[in-house]
Antibody, heavy 121, light 106 residues
């Protein structure tokens, strides 16, 4: 059974930093691209970033480019999202999602339960 | 930047057919997929590559994509299908989601 378990969400002040983690199990992690998707309270889904199975290719939404960094450690089956210069508009539930194929891109066939990031003073 | 437009809401009676559209420039030239999200739950992939169903998704869910519009069709809609539905596409190394459609079964 595929499982994606996010962690690291917290209350952080504007301008602060946070690192999210996603522990994966139930599939060959190194064979799948992975992504982060967020959802602000009461709002729709917003793609944040994707990374290829090897980690060699990454993609970012314009809204986070230069502030967020996606990475992965295949030996640990873990995906990360390092977030800097956080803003109030980054407040959201952050989902980890498994891409269906090795190259980054939709569809996302499995999703975690999400970890909540709140940016507020 | 590329945009996908969905109607905010669609209503359907139980047992009837619901159609949810997703519009984007030359969307038919790309693959579209659809996610279902129920309150308090994570999204679930229901259609990918325009018209393919993942295992475990009921046959009443189908999809099409042509021209500028992708359509998710739910035949014989059931109360359990009431949810938010999001379309998704890939353009210029960017993942795009539609704004979402709230499907009400009444």
């Amino acid at each position: 059974e595929v499982q994606l378990l996010e962690s690291g969400g917290d209350l952080v002040q504007p301008g602060g930093s946070l690192r999210l983690s996603c522990a994966a199990s139930g599939f060959t992690f190194s064979s799948s691209a992975m992504s982060w998707v967020r959802q602000a309270p009461g709002k729709g889904l917003e793609w944040v970033s994707s990374i290829s199975n090897s980690g060699g290719t990454t993609y970012y939404a314009d809204s986070v480019k230069g502030r967020f960094t996606i990475s992965r450690v295949n030996s640990k089956s873990t995906l990360y999202l390092q977030m800097h210069s956080l803003r109030a508009e980054d407040t959201a539930l952050y989902y980890c999602a498994k891409d269906q194929v090795a190259a980054a891109g939709p569809p996302f066939d499995y999703w975690g339960q999400g970890t909540l990031v709140t940016v507020s003073s | 930047s590329y945009e996908l437009t969905q109607p905010p809401s669609v209503s359907v009676s139980p047992g009837q057919t619901a159609s949810i559209t997703c519009s984007g420039d030359k969307l038919g030239d790309k693959y579209a997929c659809w996610y279902q999200q129920k309150p308090g739950q994570s999204p679930v992939l229901v259609i990918y590559q325009d018209n393919k169903r993942p295992s475990g998704i009921p046959e009443r869910f189908s999809g099409s994509n042509s021209g500028n519009t992708a359509t998710l069709t739910i035949s014989g809609t059931q109360a359990m299908d009431e949810a938010d539905y999001y379309c998704q596409a890939w353009d210029s190394n960017t993942v795009i989601f539609g704004g979402g459609t709230k499907l009400t079964v009444l």
